[in-house]
């Protein structure tokens, strides 16, 4: 009889140890893909919008040509724009 519950409690600690590490195994795996979003959004916040001077087109900053504090969508249309001035269009 004795035999029988030790077996038994080792076949439910053998039960047990495979769900932890089932469990386990899915929350590093729900963790690695949450941080891949949140990385992502992180990237998407840091991409902020900004609008040509010139033609007013809206365009991520990384793309944008900067001059003092305007924005421009190409170096033709900052050129355009300083030839011009900002008053006439
Ligand atoms: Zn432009």
Redesign the pocket.
Known sequence: MGFIIFRLIIFIGIVWLGIRLLKAYNQRKLQSQSNGTASEKRAADSQQMVQ?R????HLPQSDAVKHENLW???HE?KQHFLDSGPEKK
Do not use: K
């Open positions: 040509c010139y033609c007013n087109l421009f969508c190409c249309h």
